[in-house]
């Protein structure tokens, strides 16, 4: 089994920032890509981040500039540090990892989401 637990949501005012982590646990073989993903009220969940294991990155138009994925590999841990945070920023977060486990099959995984409200 794997686990992943996001932490690092909570209520921040318009311009402010928060660094939400994500580490990953379980019978892990390796990790390819991990990243971020959100999901507001009454909306689709959309990609926000996404880290390959060579460190490559790929983020939505809409926070370009503003929020920067990382990952820590001896840890297992995926990071999204978002700064300049706007209303439009408020969701739920969910984290993901695409994991090779010890069966040496490849699936992909979630956490169970952190809250991040911005209020105006």
């Known amino acids: 089994q794997v686990q992943l637990v996001e932490s690092g949501g909570g209520l921040v005012q318009a311009g402010g920032s928060l660094r939400l982590s994500c580490p990953v646990s379980?019978?892990?073989?390796?990790?390819?890509?991990m990243g971020w993903y959100r999901q507001a009220p009454g909306k689709q969940r959309e990609l926000v981040a996404t880290?390959?294991?060579?460190?490559?990155?790929n983020y939505a138009d809409s926070v370009k500039g503003r929020f920067t994925v990382s990952r820590d590999n001896a840890k297992n841990t995926v990071y999204l540090q978002m700064n300049s945070l706007k209303p439009d920023d408020t969701a739920v977060y969910y984290c993901?990892?695409?994991?090779?486990?010890?069966?040496?099959?490849?699936?992909?995984?979630w956490g169970q989401g952190t809250q991040v409200t911005v209020s105006s």
């Open positions: 379980g019978s892990i073989f390796s990790i390819n890509d």
């Open positions: 993901y990892a695409y994991v090779r486990t010890y069966d040496l099959r490849y699936r992909d995984y």
């Open positions: 880290i390959i294991s060579d460190g490559s990155t």
